[in-house]
């Protein structure tokens, strides 16, 4: 089974507008931790914000910040005020406690920001 | 700001050749891996390492071998380029607890003629 599904392949916001991207996981560890990362066209993976499991309140960093629903094991990245530079790959990834503890992927989100 | 440097940035070369890619950290990051991304798809685990002496295969099977003799040095090797190996290589490191992020390298766009 997958852990991450990113549903949307691509997403197109107008500039100034705010953008949620879907992301949710599966897991029966009951500790783990929530990742989004940007990817440029040039290819670096830029890590954006994090959430644990056991975190009460819902990241923020400026202008991006989690909304996290555990019940639901969602945890959708919201972009407000979009601007031209956020045009990229978004990957939202998660990282259980037991095992090898690595990181899985999800398949990407495409962000067009429209001017 | 991550210290994470991979060289080179983009290697075009013909099958056959010998070919190691370099990665370097210097944030005394126990985790280091890498991965494995065709343009636009998602990201495939080929490899980690938990520390000196220590290297895993990921989930992703690939000709690729890899050693961690220094806790600052990851290197990726593959002793027969083929076309089929053409991808961009991203290496990554991390601190071993579960809320720690991984810091990535800019990664290397390998070409196999």
């Known amino acids: 089974a997958q852990k991450i599904t990113q549903t949307q392949p691509g997403m197109f916001v107008q500039e100034k507008e705010a953008v949620t991207l879907d992301c949710t996981y599966d897991?029966?560890?009951?500790?783990?931790?929530l990742f989004w990362y940007k990817q440029p066209s040039s290819g670096e993976m830029i890590f954006l914000i994090y959430?644990?499991?056991?975190?009460?309140q819902n990241a923020t960093e400026g202008r991006y910040s989690l909304n996290f629903q555990k019940a639901r094991k969602s945890a959708n990245l919201v972009i407000s005020a979009s601007q031209l530079g956020d045009s990229a790959m978004y990957f939202c990834a998660m990282r259980e406690q037991t095992g090898a503890n690595n990181l899985f992927f999800g398949t990407g989100t495409r962000l067009t920001v429209i001017p | 700001e991550a210290d994470i440097y991979q060289t080179p940035r983009y290697l075009v070369i013909g099958t056959g050749k010998k070919i190691t890619l370099e990665c370097s950290q210097t944030m005394g990051h126990d985790k280091m891996y890498w991965y494995q991304q065709d343009p636009g798809m998602e990201l495939h685990l080929i490899h980690y390492?938990?520390?000196?002496?220590?290297?895993e295969k990921g989930d992703l099977s690939s000709e690729s071998t890899v050693s961690r003799i220094r806790t600052e040095h990851f290197p990726l090797t593959l002793e027969s380029a083929r076309p089929s190996h053409t991808s961009q290589y991203l290496c990554a490191s991390s601190e071993r607890w579960r809320n720690q992020p991984q810091h990535f390298g800019d990664g290397t766009r390998l070409s196999i003629l």
């Open positions: 959430q644990g499991s056991y975190d009460q």
């Open positions: 390492s938990y520390g000196v002496n220590s290297t």
């Open positions: 897991t029966s560890d009951p500790s783990y931790g």
